[in-house]
């Protein structure tokens, strides 16, 4: 950046030249420049108290932008499940959340054999569910991306209301506690971490873009009855294979009208 406007601090002799610096920073959001405008103001001809203020202002700026979130763009975040059906009975099991650059993959897998990977890309526009059928044949079931985004309609625009408690420490972060508030008067308990956000924003059908990355929280299928209590055991942003949502070469890509004819017959 110093380079770019007046090749080193040494130059600053100006208030044009901070302000300059300063426009730039202001509009890049880059903390690693900042230093290079404190140098700027330092050695700048402007009058003393302008440059404490000047100082301070950045020195603030520095201390917030550290601490601002993240987007999650690329990682997977794990979590333990505890899932009821309508019968009452109850399995345990995993949900594995990856996303890469707007990839997404969710692979439940439960203790009475149930397995199902949903595969997103938001750069596509395509959405395909991985099946195994009874007789052994596997089907990549075609779904849409804009039903999905219709579904999760209803959740868009919650309001989260924070709450007061002890936090625990959940997949190695400290949880913040809170209740989502949604337009049609319903609620939800959840714990989260302000640290990071999801992207793409439509990873969890509940949280349509929320600026929170969800630890701990249940779901809850009031047409198929069956309920589903998550935590978070580990959240990783390490980089992710790309084959992770590629579709296998030995599943069959069929639509969901056509998977819904095979699994009545």
């Not at 890049?28 to 700048?44: H, P, Q």
């Not at 309001?159 to 190695?172: F, I, S, T, W, Y």
């Not at 990355?213 to 198929?224: F, M």
């Amino acid at each position: 950046m110093a380079q770019i406007l007046f090749y080193n601090y040494q130059q600053c002799t100006n208030s044009d030249a901070v302000v300059k610096c300063s426009y730039y920073i202001l509009t890049n959001s880059n903390v690693d420049n900042i230093g290079e405008c404190v140098n700027c103001i330092a050695n700048s001809a402007i009058p003393f108290a302008m440059k404490n203020k000047l100082i301070l202002l950045f020195l603030l700026l520095l201390g917030h932008w550290a601490h601002a979130q993240k987007p999650f763009t690329e990682g997977t975040v794990n979590y333990k499940v505890v899932f009821e059906n309508n019968d009452h009975k109850t399995f345990s099991g995993t949900y594995c959340f990856t996303v890469k650059n707007g990839q997404v993959r969710k692979e439940l897998t439960l203790s009475n054999g149930f397995q199902d990977i949903v595969l997103i890309n938001t750069n596509n526009n395509t959405v395909y569910s991985l099946r195994t059928a009874r007789n052994g044949k596997k089907f990549a079931i075609q779904l849409s991306l804009d039903e999905l985004k219709s579904r999760q309609e209803q959740y868009r625009g919650f309001v989260l209301k924070e709450q007061n408690g002890k936090p625990r420490q959940v997949a190695g972060m400290t949880e913040q506690k809170g209740t989502l508030q949604y337009k049609n008067g319903k609620t939800a308990e959840i714990s989260y971490t302000d640290k990071w956000y999801m992207e793409p924003g439509i990873t969890y059908e509940r949280f349509p873009e929320a600026r929170f990355l969800p630890l701990a929280y249940s779901y809850i299928d009031d047409v198929k009855g069956f309920t589903m209590h998550m935590e978070a055991t580990s959240v990783s942003s390490t980089p992710v294979e790309n084959s992770l949502f590629r579709l296998p070469a030995d599943y069959r890509v069929i639509s969901n009208e056509e998977y819904k004819q095979l699994s009545s017959q």
